[in-house]
């Protein structure tokens, strides 16, 4: 038996096949643009993104083969915030606005001044923030009424890939948390909050659990696309919920650590957490599986801080990796001393997520003198990042999520160097996994779950997540590291003082 995983991000798609084993059959990704017709505008095309998804089904159909097991299931990794908005035809009325988008902040301040922040967080877990779907469908309705008045329903993306291929409009609680308009303890629809922003409630689909099986593909779509007949569609989540699920995050006290584009650390917590202390530090609320939660601890930087180095600092790494056939970065890994450095980074080259969410924090670097060498810069961006995350971790802490075991993924989860880091200075065990797409594979467990071939989440992670390397913190850097983490913690806030004081 085999499941085809999906995952559909913000500038690309990818899908894997995969047996029951984990082992992956047949796997294609396709890369697609995002627009910005005004600045600070951001669009999908979501007739773009579907055309993409067929493409890698049919391209990963045409070298599975025959001789390959029987597939049984599908389901859905996807980005959150962005919604397809579809008339009573099921035609798509225009693109989607990004979670990055700066469209119905506007119309949130009406919203918050209306019903107050501590309501709105209570209710939905989250922050008031215009990324969500919610204050865009407000602005839809204000600024595009003739549009708004056409809308039938409301789908993300996960959603509307599941739509197309045959069942009907719905979505799972993790992706409906990121429109603002959910219940995440009552996890339903708030018709108070819905009411309040002058939405109608009827182009809300119909809400079922993560991994729900929703329906069968249709028969059209099956074969355009090669797929078989009685192909089985399980409804997916969030991609970074995904993640967690790929990563076998299943008990309280665990997280993940994606360590990809974008650094992000998501825990496993009880339905008895505070919302509001939770929130303070602009961690959302988010429902994961088997009535428990989850959250984001996330930088936007992570491997782009690293690639941006590599494009800007080893044109001599790149020559020697192009003679060789070697990665860049594993010869700048071996090239970096295994001591700290006295150099403190900002990472907020992309501004920052949480707990501050500033998009006008800027990055900097502190500690250069005429000793300073290329890899010790390096060496410093890893030591940055992960003063940040643990800064995160200081923060969940204080709203009473503890986190004991860590798992990593991603392409940073590739490099010793870093990971090794990464436990420095979290002074945490950091179990590396031999995952290349921890969301797919969370897809993958969904419907291996949902179909009967596991009985449980945990008896699937036992059978599909392998596990790389652990590792433990080294005593030897533990003092040099927290003296400089002390004065990382100093650094945000100076720099924003230095920063006002020149504007």
Same mark, same amino acid.
């Given at each position: 038996?085999?499941?085809?995983?999906?995952?559909?991000?913000?500038?690309?798609?990818?899908?894997?096949?995969?047996?029951?084993?984990?082992? $992956?059959?047949?796997?294609?990704?396709? !890369?697609?643009?995002?627009?910005?017709?005004?600045?600070?505008?951001?669009?999908?095309?979501?007739?773009?993104?579907?055309?993409?998804?067929?493409?890698?089904?049919?391209?990963?159909?045409?070298?599975?083969?025959?001789?390959?097991?029987?597939?049984?299931?599908?389901?859905?990794?996807?980005?959150?915030?962005?919604?397809?908005?579809?008339?009573?035809?099921?035609?798509?009325?225009?693109?989607?606005?990004?979670?990055? #988008?700066? %469209?119905?902040?506007?119309?949130?301040?009406?919203?918050? #001044?209306?019903?107050?922040?501590?309501?709105?967080?209570?209710?939905?877990?989250?922050?008031?923030?215009?990324?969500?779907?919610?204050?865009?469908?407000?602005?839809?309705? !204000?600024?595009?009424?003739?549009?708004?008045?056409?809308?039938?329903?409301?789908?993300?993306?996960?959603?509307?890939?599941?739509? %197309?291929?045959?069942?009907?409009? $719905?979505?799972?609680?993790?992706?409906?948390? %990121?429109?603002?308009?959910?219940?995440?303890?009552?996890?339903?629809?708030?018709?108070?909050?819905?009411?309040?922003?002058?939405?109608?409630?009827?182009?809300?689909?119909?809400?079922?659990?993560?991994?729900?099986?929703?329906?069968?593909?249709?028969?059209?779509?099956?074969?355009?696309?090669?797929?078989?007949?009685?192909?089985?569609?399980?409804?997916? =989540?969030?991609?970074?919920?995904?993640? =967690?699920?790929?990563?076998?995050?299943?008990?309280?006290?665990?997280?993940?650590?994606?360590?990809?584009?974008?650094?992000?650390?998501?825990?496993?917590?009880?339905? #008895?957490?505070?919302?509001?202390?939770?929130?303070?530090?602009?961690?959302?609320?988010?429902?994961?599986?088997?009535?428990?939660?989850?959250?984001?601890?996330?930088?936007?930087?992570?491997?782009?801080?690293?690639?941006?180095? %590599?494009?800007?600092?080893?044109?001599? *790494?790149?020559?020697?990796?192009?003679?060789?056939?070697?990665?860049?970065?594993?010869?700048?890994?071996?090239?970096?001393?295994?001591?700290?450095?006295?150099?403190?980074?900002?990472?907020?080259? =992309?501004?920052?997520?949480?707990?501050?969410?500033?998009?006008?924090?800027?990055?900097?670097?502190?500690?250069?003198?005429?000793?300073?060498?290329?890899?010790?810069?390096?060496?410093?961006?890893?030591?940055?990042?992960?003063? *940040?995350?643990?800064?995160?971790?200081?923060?969940?802490?204080?709203?009473?999520?503890?986190? #004991?075991?860590?798992?990593?993924?991603?392409?940073?989860?590739?490099?010793?160097?870093?990971?090794?880091?990464?436990?420095?200075?979290?002074?945490?065990?950091?179990?590396?996994?031999? $995952?290349?797409?921890?969301?797919?594979?969370?897809?993958? $467990?969904?419907?291996?779950?949902?179909?009967?071939?596991?009985?449980?989440?945990?008896?699937?992670?036992?059978?599909?997540?392998?596990?790389?390397?652990?590792?433990?913190?080294?005593?030897?850097?533990?003092?040099?590291?927290? *003296?400089?983490?002390?004065?990382?913690?100093?650094?945000?806030?100076?720099?924003?003082?230095?920063?006002?004081?020149?504007?």
């Amino acid at each position: 038996m085999a499941f085809i995983g999906l995952d559909v991000g913000t500038t690309g798609t990818k899908c894997i096949i995969a047996d029951k084993e984990g082992t $992956i059959l047949a796997q294609d990704y396709k !890369e697609y643009p995002t627009e910005s017709p005004e600045i600070s505008y951001f669009e999908l095309d979501p007739e773009l993104v579907w055309k993409s998804v067929k493409t890698v089904i049919k391209s990963s159909m045409e070298q599975f083969g025959d001789d390959n097991p029987t597939i049984a299931g599908l389901s859905v990794s996807s980005l959150g915030e962005a919604a397809v908005l579809l008339d009573s035809e099921g035609e798509i009325l225009g693109n989607s606005l990004l979670y990055i #988008d700066s %469209r119905g902040g506007k119309q949130l301040k009406k919203l918050v #001044d209306n019903l107050g922040e501590e309501r709105i967080i209570h209710k939905t877990g989250l922050k008031p923030h215009s990324m969500y779907t919610l204050p865009k469908l407000m602005w839809y309705k !204000e600024e595009k009424p003739e549009l708004y008045e056409r809308i039938k329903t409301v789908l993300p993306f996960g959603s509307y890939i599941l739509y %197309r291929l045959g069942c009907q409009p $719905i979505i799972d609680y993790s992706l409906a948390s %990121r429109t603002m308009a959910f219940d995440v303890r009552k996890l339903k629809w708030d018709d108070e909050i819905i009411q309040a922003a002058g939405i109608s409630r009827n182009i809300f689909p119909e809400i079922a659990p993560t991994g729900a099986m929703v329906g069968t593909v249709g028969s059209e779509i099956a074969v355009e696309l090669g797929l078989p007949s009685d192909l089985k569609l399980v409804l997916g =989540a969030h991609d970074q919920v995904c993640a =967690a699920i790929g990563a076998g995050i299943n008990e309280e006290n665990t997280a993940v650590y994606g360590m990809g584009t974008v650094s992000c650390i998501c825990p496993v917590f009880g339905n #008895d957490a505070n919302v509001s202390e939770i929130s303070r530090n602009n961690f959302p609320h988010v429902p994961y599986l088997n009535g428990k939660y989850t959250t984001y601890a996330f930088n936007f930087t992570g491997g782009s801080l690293l690639k941006w180095f %590599r494009d800007e600092f080893a044109s001599l *790494e790149k020559q020697e990796s192009e003679s060789t056939g070697r990665s860049i970065y594993d010869i700048l890994n071996e090239k970096t001393s295994d001591q700290p450095t006295d150099i403190l980074v900002l990472p907020h080259f =992309a501004g920052t997520g949480t707990p501050y969410m500033n998009p006008l924090s800027n990055g900097a670097v502190l500690g250069l003198n005429f000793n300073t060498k290329k890899v010790d810069f390096y060496r410093a961006l890893m030591e940055g990042i992960s003063y *940040e995350m643990k800064y995160n971790l200081e923060c969940l802490e204080e709203a009473g999520i503890w986190i #004991d075991d860590i798992r990593a993924c991603g392409g940073g989860a590739k490099s010793s160097l870093w990971l090794q880091i990464t436990a420095d200075i979290l002074n945490k065990k950091i179990t590396a996994l031999d $995952i290349n797409e921890a969301g797919i594979l969370g897809t993958i $467990i969904l419907t291996s779950v949902a179909l009967g071939t596991y009985s449980s989440y945990q008896e699937a992670s036992q059978n599909l997540i392998k596990i790389d390397k652990v590792y433990y913190p080294q005593e030897k850097n533990d003092k040099k590291y927290m *003296e400089n983490y002390r004065k990382y913690k100093k650094m945000y806030h100076a720099i924003q003082d230095v920063m006002k004081t020149t504007i």
